[in-house]
């Protein structure tokens, strides 16, 4: 087994006014040459958009965009012609692909968005771009693991062109879950969004964030209510 740590504290952190937010990898104006990505994951944002605010219109090009909103509601709206409306609850992904533009914002007038941005390389490069969202039941992530994302859009998850797999859980206290990798190539990058976890004698809090490669399974014992990502990623 081997594994890397960020704990929540050592993230990039920028408060812009409008946008307040945490970088668990290098973006923007955070560069740490340690920090560059975890396997083909590249990015994780936390961010959090004041009412009325939020993302102008921007392009993205080959890469795979999961968006999960944790509070509140984001407005979508993109150069293929897509627009909506996400909220906690639902999960959100886009190829870029050959090239997209779009813009994010909080349709609320008194209610902040918290979100997290996920970027992953795709598995090939100038793909078509798409856009798809869906609700999930989130009594089914209670003690288990949900499996939202994945590559071939199994069970109900949305695919990205990816061999990834993304998974929320939200555990009692005590409770122990196994995880069982998909390939024997991949690793585990664990975002804690809340609550207390503890995995292979190490103590992880909320957004702290651990990558773990080198196993096939992985076990996580909750030390109090915690929801968390799990997401499954190609180590090359």
């Not at 921007?58 to 407005?75: D, Q, R, Y």
């Not at 970027?119 to 949900?146: A, C, G, I």
């Not at 797999?165 to 995880?179: C, I, Q, R």
Request: aromatic fraction near 10%; proline fraction near 4%; hydrophobic fraction near 35%.
């Amino acid at each position: 087994m081997r594994k890397v740590i960020h704990r929540a504290e050592t993230r990039g952190h920028f408060n812009h006014g409008w946008l307040n937010t945490y970088h668990s990898f290098s973006f923007a104006e955070y560069y740490n040459p340690d920090r560059i990505q975890f396997g083909l994951l590249r990015v994780l944002n936390d961010d959090v958009v004041k009412p009325g605010m939020g993302f102008g219109t921007h392009p993205h090009n080959n890469m795979e965009i999961i968006t999960i909103p944790l509070e509140g509601k984001l407005e979508h709206r993109d150069s293929m012609g897509n627009g909506s409306i996400i909220e906690a609850g639902e999960v959100q992904v886009m190829t870029a692909g050959s090239g997209i533009t779009h813009s994010e914002f909080n349709p609320s007038q008194d209610e902040e968005v918290n979100l997290l941005q996920i970027w992953v390389f795709p598995r090939e490069r100038n793909l078509t771009p798409r856009y798809d969202q869906k609700r999930f039941d989130t009594s089914k992530m209670k003690n288990q693991f949900l499996t939202v994302v994945s590559p071939e859009g199994t069970n109900g998850s949305l695919f990205i062109h990816q061999d990834a797999w993304f998974s929320l859980a939200e555990t009692e206290s005590d409770k122990v879950l196994n995880y069982q990798l998909h390939s024997n190539t991949g690793g585990v990058y664990l975002f804690v969004i809340n609550g207390e976890l503890e995995i292979s004698g190490d103590v992880l809090k909320s957004r702290d964030g651990i990558g773990i490669y080198d196993i096939s399974e992985l076990s996580v014992k909750s030390q109090k209510q915690t929801k968390f990502l799990v997401m499954e990623i190609p180590m090359n």
